[in-house]
Nanobody
C-alpha cells in the first residue's frame, strides 16, 4: 500500500530553519506531483508548496514565498521542504501529499490529492 512518512519537524526559535522530508513507498513516485500542506489548530488546511513530477517546477503559497523551498529526489522517492526565516505563524502540523491526476499544475485545494502522510509538528517560538 502507499505510504508517505514525514520527518524533520520540531521546535525552533523564530528566524530559524527546519528541513522536512517525506519518504514515499508503494507508488511510482515520478508519476505523482508532490505537495506540502499545513494545518494549525482551529484553521483550515493550507497549501504550502508543491513540486512537479520532474522537479523542474515549484509552486508556493503566498505566506511562504521567498522563505520555503520544495524539492524532490526521484531516485530516493523523497520530497523535501526547506523552511527558513520561520515565524510563529508557521506553527502547524505539516503533511505531505501525492497527486497522480493528469493536470500538470498541482491543486492548491487539498481535496484532489490522493495520498497523505500522517503529518509532523512544527512549532516556532517567539
Amino acid at each position: 500500500q502507499v505510504q508517505l512518512v514525514e520527518s524533520g519537524g520540531g521546535l525552533v526559535q523564530a528566524g530559524g530553519s527546519l528541513r522536512l522530508s517525506c519518504a514515499a513507498s508503494g507508488l511510482t513516485f515520478n508519476n505523482y506531483k508532490m505537495g506540502w500542506f499545513r494545518q494549525a489548530p482551529g484553521k483550515e488546511r493550507e497549501f504550502v508548496a508543491a513540486v512537479s513530477r520532474t522537479g523542474l517546477s515549484t509552486y508556493y503559497g503566498d505566506p511562504v514565498k521567498g522563505r520555503f523551498a520544495v524539492s524532490r529526489d526521484n531516485a530516493k522517492n523523497t520530497v523535501f521542504l526547506q523552511m527558513n526565516s520561520l515565524e510563529p505563524e508557521d506553527t502547524a502540523v505539516y503533511s505531505c501529499a501525492a497527486d497522480g491526476s493528469p493536470p500538470v499544475l498541482p491543486s492548491r485545494d487539498y481535496k484532489p490529492w490522493d495520498y497523505w502522510g500522517q503529518g509532523t509538528q512544527v512549532t516556532v517560538s517567539s
